[in-house]
């Protein structure tokens, strides 16, 4: 939210239907600061993050895969490097959610799905350590 704000605090700085490609060093100044060399996401990312504002005006973190060595090398954000971009954020602008603010509704579906209930999750948990606990008794 922050990012789209100008510093008078106006908001929609801006315009709809564009990306902030991140290369490493605006995310280590911005966002996770950090002074490691090592690339963020290195060991934990699949793909390279990048800011888009869809049509609906919602604001979307997205992550793209990377197949190759150019599209992971985090020195520099061209929109080469990004994964079918174009596609991508047609695809958002479909997806985004009114009901969640700044998400993709098919995700919040998945999520809603995979998930397990607090309660229910704690006694299936409860009962698979009882079991474990019997057999190492016996």
Do not use: C, W
Not at 7 to 28: C, H, M, T, V, W
Not at 34 to 50: A, I, L, N, V
Not at 55 to 68: D, E, H, L, M, T
Not at 101 to 109: D, H, Q
């Amino acid at each position: 939210m922050e990012i789209d704000t100008t510093q008078d605090g106006i908001k929609d700085k801006f315009p709809r239907q564009s990306a902030l490609l991140l290369n490493d060093e605006y995310i280590k100044q911005n966002i996770i600061f950090s002074e490691s060399t090592k690339p963020y996401g290195q060991d934990t990312y699949f793909g390279r993050k990048f800011f888009y504002k869809a049509a609906s005006g919602q604001k979307i973190v997205p992550v793209v895969a990377y197949f190759n060595d150019h599209q992971k090398n985090l020195d520099t954000a061209r929109p080469d490097q990004f994964t079918r971009l174009a596609d991508v954020m047609n695809l958002l602008d479909q997806l985004a959610s009114s009901r969640h603010p700044n998400s993709v509704s098919p995700l919040i579906s998945a999520h809603a799905e995979a998930s397990i209930p607090l309660n229910l999750g704690k006694r299936i948990f409860e009962d698979i350590a009882r079991e474990i606990r019997g057999r190492t008794n016996a």
